[in-house]
């Protein structure tokens, strides 16, 4: 399961000051330094969106995604691979899928500009076909493919009415 996900690089200049983190279970947002996203990786924890390499350093995870952006600016976002100037300044990452329920497949999207938003497969594809999702891709059958370190769990209904996904 996923405790964490990277939503954007935090930059002064050309220097790496942090990364913007959102955490799945108290649904807040953080920064982590480089520091402290080795000590959790190296105790276990999951941080989706970034892995420390062989040389020590924190780098954006390719299998996750290769759109990660960096915030360089005051609402300034380039992304990370430099060989990708496409001009995008939206980065959205799968951090919960709600399975089944009244209303299908929901997926929780978290976004650089810390909104929380929930969609169905079709609008994910769509998103998909625009620009790289964290954590999700489509597969040549035209499936919605989770990466394994989305939270994925089975929607719920409260008596009271619906209301899907724990809390």
Same mark, same amino acid.
């Given at each position: ?5 990277v ?6 200049? !050309?220097?790496?000051?942090? &990364?913007?983190?959102?955490? %799945?279970?108290?649904? *807040? +947002?953080? &920064? ?15 941080? %989706?969106?970034? @892995?420390v %390499? ?9 299998? +996750? ?7 360089? /600016? ?8 430099? *060989? ?6 939206k980065? +959205? ?5 709600? !399975?089944?329920?009244?209303?299908? *497949? ?5 976004? %650089?500009?810390? !909104?929380?938003? @929930?969609? *169905? ?12 999702? /964290? ?5 040549? !059958? /035209?499936?919605? @493919?989770?990466?394994? /370190?989305?939270? @994925? ?15």
């Open positions: 399961m996923c405790k964490a996900t939503i954007f690089e935090e930059k002064l200049g !050309k220097r790496r000051e942090g &990364w913007a983190v959102y955490l %799945n279970q108290s649904r *807040d +947002f953080t &920064w982590y330094s480089d520091k402290q996203i080795k000590g959790k990786i190296a105790s276990g924890e999951r941080i %989706n969106g970034v @892995v %390499n062989e040389a020590g350093e924190v780098v954006m995870d390719e299998t +996750f995604t290769t759109g990660l952006l960096s915030k360089t /600016g005051l609402a300034t976002y380039t992304p990370i691979k430099e *060989d990708e100037d496409s001009g995008v300044s980065y +959205f990452a799968v951090v919960r899928v709600l !399975k089944g329920g009244k209303a299908g *497949d929901r997926y929780e999207l978290v976004s %650089n500009r810390f !909104k929380l938003e @929930v969609v *169905d497969a079709d609008r994910l594809k769509a998103l998909l076909s625009l620009i790289s999702v /964290g954590g999700a891709r489509v597969d040549e !059958k /035209g499936r919605v @493919v989770i990466h394994e /370190g989305v939270s @994925v769990e089975e929607a719920t209904e409260d008596p009271k009415g619906a209301r899907e996904g724990a809390v």
